[in-house]
């Protein structure tokens, strides 16, 4: 068990939460992290109200301890999640894509804390003088949809401006990563991508296999100059995409290509003409584990790496 502002504020043993990946953290992964001492976070891209409503259930009948629940602030149905959260009395949300503001007043007012995922140091200062609980920085190594700036870099520039927990994110896979992001200042990491090889992650299994053969220098990034960032493995269709974004092809050309591509990688297993979202830190992802020895290992190795960083001052 470990001592963080984060371990605090969630109740959790680990300061380690499980970040929502759209159509592949539901309840079995999520109760999986729980179990392990750790959380994780429902993802709702994509998913009806009722859908999201029968995995936050599943999640409460295998577990007794406090996991969260992603609030997508471009989804059509947000205000419906954000009241089924209410009405669910989650432990927390984390809230990406949109200002998230307003969302904070309801949710904390059932209990709910408010993890907004920020950018900047702009908006970190803004959602922590708003009142959210903690908030997470996720670098342009992490899988899935990013900003422009590493993980470092964010580190750098928001850990020291911010008293509320922080929560590092992008390109973290390991016990030396979340080490690093400990002894800089952050109060606990998200990861998304190592969990992607997770016994209990439905993720196809030839995209596990993808992401198993894959190396530092296969990852790329889709969209970057129209800010619209999205990581995952270079493959057929991604170089296709990349040519036309730059080539300068109209964005509804572009937004039709990438339209259902991440469920194609992911459910699909089609993993050429499919993009199969994952972070940068590719190479230390080579085996499929349950999320119990994945927890174990990290815990352990996190520990070796705070005691040698002790020893340096000797
Ligand atoms: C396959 C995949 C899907 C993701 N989907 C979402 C999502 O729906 N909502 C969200 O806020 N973040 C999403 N993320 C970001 C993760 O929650 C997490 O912040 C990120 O994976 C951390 O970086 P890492 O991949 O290097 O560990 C996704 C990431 C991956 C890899």
Redesign the pocket.
């Known amino acids: 068990m470990w001592n963080t502002k984060l371990t605090k504020l969630l109740g959790i043993e680990y300061p380690i939460i499980q970040?929502?990946?759209?159509y592949?953290?539901e309840a079995n992964l999520v109760s999986a992290m729980c179990h392990a001492g750790a959380t994780g976070?429902i993802?709702?891209?994509g998913l009806q109200v009722d859908a999201v409503r029968e995995q936050i259930r599943k999640a409460k009948d295998m577990i007794d301890k406090p996991f969260g629940v992603?609030l997508?602030l471009q989804s059509p149905n947000k205000d419906d999640i954000a009241q089924l959260v209410c009405d669910e009395k989650v432990a927390f949300v984390?809230i990406?894509?949109g200002n998230p503001v307003p969302y904070f007043e309801p949710l904390q007012a059932h209990g709910i804390k408010c993890i907004p995922?920020v950018p900047s140091v702009k908006l970190a200062r803004r959602v922590q003088d708003k009142g959210a609980d903690a908030l997470?920085i996720?670098g342009m190594?992490?899988?899935?949809?990013d900003g422009k700036l590493t993980t470092m870099a964010l580190m750098e520039n928001v850990l020291p401006e911010i008293e509320i927990p922080v929560v590092a994110?992008?390109?973290?896979?390991d016990g030396r990563g979340i080490a690093a992001a400990l002894v800089m200042g952050a109060s606990g990491v998200?990861?998304?991508?190592?969990f992607?090889l997770a016994e209990e992650c439905i993720?196809h299994p030839n995209a596990k296999q993808a992401i198993i053969q894959a190396v530092d220098t296969d990852s790329t990034v889709t969209g970057f100059s129209r800010n619209d960032s999205v990581r995952g493995l270079k493959n057929k269709w991604s170089e296709a995409y990349l040519a036309k974004e730059y080539s300068g092809a109209p964005e509804e050309e572009l937004m039709a290509m990438a339209r259902g591509t991440?469920w194609k990688g992911?459910i699909e297993g089609d993993t050429e003409n499919g993009f199969v979202?994952?972070?940068?830190?590719l190479n230390r992802l080579n085996r499929i584990q349950p999320v119990q020895e994945i927890i174990d290992e990290l815990v352990t190795e996190t520990e070796e790496r705070l005691a040698l960083a002790g020893g340096l001052l000797k």
Do not use: D, F, K, P
Not at 19 to 22: E, I, R, Y
Not at 141 to 145: S, V
Not at 277 to 281: A, E, Q, T
């Open positions: 970040g929502a990946m759209a592949l953290s976070v993802a709702t891209g992603n997508m984390t990406g894509a995922v997470v996720e190594e992490a899988g899935g949809h994110a992008g390109g973290i896979v998200q990861m998304g991508s190592r992607l993720l991440n992911a979202l994952v972070g940068m830190s």
